[in-house]
C-alpha cells in the first residue's frame, strides 16, 4: 500500500518531469515555454493546494505543532509569486530576465523538496496514523484528477488541447479551467456527444466540465 511520503513523492518526481521540459523551452525554445509553464503550474499548484487543505491541518491537529507546517507553507507563497510573475511576463522580450526568474524558480522547488521529503515527510507518516491511509489515496487521486489548465494559452492551443484530452480519454470526466468562453468548442463538443457545464471563477476565468453525453 503506498504511504503518504510515496504519494507525495510521486508529486515531486512529476514536478522534476515539468521543471526539466519547461527549461529546455527556456534553453532553446521560447515559443513553447508558456505551454510548458502552465503545465507545470497546474501541477505545483494542485499538489500544494493538497498538502495546505488536506494534509497540513490533519498534522496540526494531530501534532498540536505548527511551526513547520507555516514554513512549508511561506516556501509554496514564495514559489506562486514567481509562478505567476513568469506567466504574465513576455519571455520572448526579455528572456534574460525570464531565465534567472525560472532559474530561482527552480531553485526553491529544490530546496523545498528537500525539506520535505527528507524531515517533514517522515514526521508526517509517524504522526498520522489511522489516517495515514485515506491521505495517502487522497494525494494519488489529486495527481490522477488535475484539471486541463489552458489559461494563458494562445488560440488554438486550448481547443487542441482539450480535444486531445477527450480523444484520449472520451469516457472521463475532463474538468478544464480557461480565462475566456470557448464559445466555438460548445458546438464542436455538441456535434461530438459531449455535454459540458460552465461556470465564472472568483479569480477570473472559466471552470469547464465536459461529460459524455447520454446515449
Request: net charge negative.
Amino acid at each position: 500500500m503506498s504511504s503518504v511520503a510515496d504519494a507525495l513523492t510521486e508529486h515531486h518526481r512529476r514536478c522534476r518531469e515539468l521543471f526539466a521540459a519547461a527549461d529546455q523551452a527556456v534553453r532553446e525554445d521560447w515559443n513553447s515555454f508558456n505551454a510548458r509553464l502552465v503545465e507545470l503550474r497546474d501541477v505545483l499548484l494542485g499538489h500544494f493546494r493538497f498538502e495546505e487543505e488536506r494534509l497540513f491541518p490533519v498534522y496540526e491537529e494531530l501534532s498540536g505543532l505548527r511551526d513547520a507546517t507555516q514554513a512549508l507553507r511561506v516556501q509554496h507563497d514564495d514559489i506562486r509569486a514567481i509562478l505567476w510573475a513568469l506567466s504574465s511576463a513576455s519571455a520572448a522580450h526579455d528572456p534574460e530576465a525570464c531565465r534567472a526568474e525560472f532559474e530561482t524558480l527552480a531553485l526553491l522547488f529544490r530546496q523545498h523538496t528537500d525539506t520535505e521529503e527528507e524531515m517533514m515527510y517522515p514526521a508526517f507518516e509517524r504522526t498520522l496514523g489511522a489516517r495515514a491511509a485515506a491521505l495517502a489515496q487522497e494525494a494519488k487521486s489529486e495527481a490522477a484528477n488535475k484539471a486541463l489548465d489552458v489559461r494563458g494559452l494562445e488560440p488554438p492551443e486550448p481547443f487542441l488541447r482539450i480535444m486531445k484530452a477527450l480523444t484520449e480519454a472520451p469516457d472521463d470526466p475532463l474538468r478544464v479551467l480557461i480565462h475566456r468562453e470557448p464559445f466555438p468548442l460548445y458546438d464542436v463538443l455538441d456535434e461530438q456527444g459531449f455535454r459540458h457545464r460552465t461556470r465564472p471563477l472568483e479569480e477570473g476565468g472559466f471552470e469547464i466540465l465536459i461529460e459524455r453525453a447520454a446515449r
